[in-house]
């Protein structure tokens, strides 16, 4: 079993400054957990605890069923692919890929057998006798992730392994990635600012911000249902737009009101906020979930409007529309491509269903 568990673990860099402040994580044997959170959250401090290039200030780390504060980082059976990956120039991809098992001293015909079983695997064979210099960016990035193959780890360790490749190269890398974890079954760790990597990937995503998770589940879950804004914000592409308001009634129905916009709430919702008419909200609402129609065409059971279309970009099949109003509300929304002008008005339609109340302030919880 190589479950990897972290228990309050906490970081205080010399000078003061607190990264991470009391996480607990409970991955489990096999799974592939995604730490995901904007520059500075703290989730490269959390993964070089648990390889143990950073030291620990609180907390205890278990790999297995040991507890490794202070096991030095080449006897934790973990294997670390960093950003760089950091191969040994003088050396060709062989001997990068063997040195971790040469040092360990294995016999040389199990370093053969491996290395050519993890070159196979990553489709590396030919390159086997070049120097790093020689490779391309997407080359390199094998031969790092087949250095950490040969070892056999219980965890792999990942910190931000796609970020030096091209965007088509991460994302057929990511799905190579994903394979390779279906065939290996090893619990790994993996470290991205990148939304989109995260929710491809993950098992389970775990989002952070300011030291602290947010939240730790599937990436429908934390997508469908964000325990706070600033999930729902940092998830998502475009982003959530919100509006701030507040909670009324209307005709018995409770809604929210602000912005210049009024819409009822669906009804689990209004059963949620009845008890808070009249208190400040933030309505989130997902890009993707609204509609757009011609001002002229709309009737007056329409729920907003009008909106002013600023800019399209169109996408292919989809087009992203930054709409604007005159109150100064500023919307996206993720619509099928069609004819529509730059400068016209329209109105808007969203999917109630799929609409967050938050409470005010940057970590909101979802109502
Ligand atoms: P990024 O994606 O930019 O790498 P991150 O979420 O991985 O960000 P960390 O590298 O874990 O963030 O850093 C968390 C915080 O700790 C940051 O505010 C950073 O400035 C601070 N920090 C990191 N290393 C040190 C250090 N050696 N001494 C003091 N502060 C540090």
Do not use: W
């Amino acid at each position: 079993m190589a479950e990897v568990v972290l228990t309050q673990i906490e970081k205080v860099y010399p000078g003061g400054f607190k990264a991470v402040k009391g996480i607990d994580l409970h991955i489990n044997d096999a799974e592939f957990i995604v730490l995901v959170g904007p520059s500075g959250c703290g989730k490269s401090t959390t993964l070089r605890m648990v390889a143990g290039l950073e030291e620990i200030t609180g907390g205890t780390i278990a790999i297995g069923d040991r507890v490794v504060n202070d096991v030095p980082p080449k006897d934790r059976d973990i294997a670390m692919v960093f950003q760089n990956y950091a191969l040994y120039p003088h050396m060709s991809v062989y001997k990068n890929m063997a040195f971790g098992l040469k040092l360990r001293k294995f016999p040389k015909a199990e370093i053969d057998r491996r290395v050519q079983e993890a070159a196979r695997i990553l489709g590396i064979e030919h390159l086997l006798e070049r120097k790093p210099k020689a490779l391309s960016g997407g080359q390199r990035q094998r031969v790092a992730v087949g250095r950490a193959i040969v070892r056999d780890p219980a965890c792999f360790l990942f910190d931000e392994p796609l970020s030096n490749l091209d965007a088509k190269l991460r994302v057929e890398t990511r799905a190579e990635l994903k394979r390779l974890h279906k065939r290996l079954n090893t619990t790994t760790i993996y470290v991205t600012h990148d939304q989109e990597e995260a929710m491809t990937l993950g098992d389970r995503v775990v989002v952070m911000s300011e030291g602290l998770i947010q939240q730790c589940d599937t990436p429908l879950e934390v997508y469908n249902h964000p325990v706070n804004r600033f999930v729902a914000g940092f998830l998502g592409t475009p982003p959530m737009n919100f509006l701030s308001g507040k909670l009324v009634e209307e005709n018995g129905q409770v809604c929210f009101e602000g912005e210049g916009q009024k819409f009822p709430l669906n009804p689990d919702q209004a059963d949620r906020c009845r008890a808070r008419l009249g208190s400040e909200v933030t309505l989130g609402l997902r890009p993707e979930g609204m509609f757009l129609k011609p001002h002229e065409s709309a009737s007056n059971e329409d729920q907003t409007g009008p909106f002013k279309v600023d800019v399209i970009e169109p996408l292919g099949n989809t087009m992203d529309v930054y709409l604007s109003t005159s109150t100064g509300a500023r919307l996206t929304a993720r619509v099928a491509a069609e004819e529509l002008d730059e400068g016209t008005d329209v109105k808007c339609y969203f999917n109630l269903q799929k609409a967050h109340v938050f409470e005010p302030g940057d970590y909101g919880l979802n109502l």
